[in-house]
């Protein structure tokens, strides 16, 4: 007897309601009715939501990138947030887990129903539900992740045995770039970027950047473009400050390949000028080659090594963030790239 149909602004209430009882309790969602709205409402609630007999046993919540940005095409949807009654919970009563379970696959694939013909894309996908995203035929893949240390600090507080081999402040490049923050939507109107984000899909804009980033309701997001006579890539980056010290989070990057390949230069500097640690980066479709120009290491090249993902609260552990997409055209599969930013993966927790 289960019923399923999408959320209405009326149901706001009993969905945080459900997070705090089933997902976590006094999780931010569940209590903090901007970022939820922010995140989750625009002219419709986008949440898909599990009844049975009038009470709500599952939700699966989306945000589709148009949230940001009116203009851009409606088609484009990352998944987010989802918990089922019982799902997540350790219980002795096989019956109930097997309902909880037979729940999350109905809901599973109802909401891929209803996204049946957009560029649906699923950052962080739950490991219980590999197998069912590859019978949808919808294969996974994790996410590259890769840091660079600062040269300039001499005592770690969150990398432990950092070895020298890790720092290395050799210029990549002898042009000379510059950067500046873009800080309000005025001063991108002084600079016309289509070009930069044609390199990528999902597609992004200017008013995306200033609505996702720099309008955030809660974190403080800085946006820098790097220049030689034009811009040729922005790099998007926020701050957090755990145990004294500072970490450069970059969430975003707009720009072509070849152009993330000169940002040696650039991460030094503002590892220097913030007096963080280091700068971590997650991304996948940016070639490994040109991260490793832009100085960055790669994390699974020293797989003994931590860098934390999870600050909210902290925990000293490494972190893969699994993604998949639905119905990625073939002429787009060389532009797919996805980031630390994308869908609900930089958000308090």
């Not at 969430?251 to 007096?275: C, E, H, P, R, T």
Request: with cysteine.
């Amino acid at each position: 007897m289960l019923e399923l149909r999408l959320a209405k602004k009326k149901d706001i209430n009993n969905i945080q309601k459900f997070i705090h009882l089933n997902f976590k309790k006094n999780h931010i969602l569940s209590k903090n009715r901007k970022l939820f709205n922010w995140l989750y409402v625009n002219k419709n609630v986008n949440c898909l939501i599990a009844f049975n007999k009038k009470k709500i046993v599952g939700i699966y919540l989306f945000t589709p990138l148009n949230q940001f940005d009116k203009k851009l095409p409606i088609n484009q949807i990352f998944l987010s947030t989802w918990t089922i009654e019982g799902f997540k919970k350790k219980t002795t009563s096989n019956t109930k887990n097997k309902r909880s379970v037979a729940i999350a696959i109905r809901m599973l694939n109802k909401i891929y129903q209803i996204l049946s013909k957009k560029f649906t894309i699923n950052v962080g996908i739950d490991q219980r539900l590999v197998k069912f995203h590859e019978l949808k035929k919808i294969k996974s893949s994790i996410s590259n992740h890769h840091f660079i240390v600062s040269p300039k600090v001499k005592t770690f507080n969150i990398l432990k045995d950092v070895s020298r081999n890790f720092i290395n402040i050799t210029k990549n490049d002898k042009k000379n770039y510059s950067y500046f923050e873009i800080k309000n939507k005025n001063q991108f109107k002084n600079f016309n970027l289509n070009r930069l984000f044609s390199f990528q899909v999902p597609i992004k804009s200017k008013d995306y950047l200033v609505n996702r980033y720099l309008k955030h309701p809660i974190y403080k997001y800085h946006i820098f473009a790097v220049s030689s006579k034009k811009i040729k890539c922005l790099c998007v980056f926020r701050i957090v400050n755990i145990k004294n010290t500072n970490i450069i989070r970059m969430v975003d990057y707009i720009g072509s390949n070849q152009s993330f390949g000169i940002l040696k230069n650039f991460f030094i500097s503002i590892l220097d000028k913030y007096n963080a640690e280091y700068l971590d980066f997650y991304s996948f479709g940016i070639p490994s080659k040109i991260l490793g120009r832009s100085g960055l290491i790669n994390k699974k090249e020293n797989k003994n090594f931590v860098v934390p993902d999870w600050f909210d609260p902290f925990v000293y552990k490494n972190i893969d963030i699994p993604i998949g997409c639905l119905n990625l055209k073939k002429k787009d599969k060389n532009k797919f790239r996805i980031f630390k930013g994308d869908g609900d993966q930089d958000r308090p927790n």
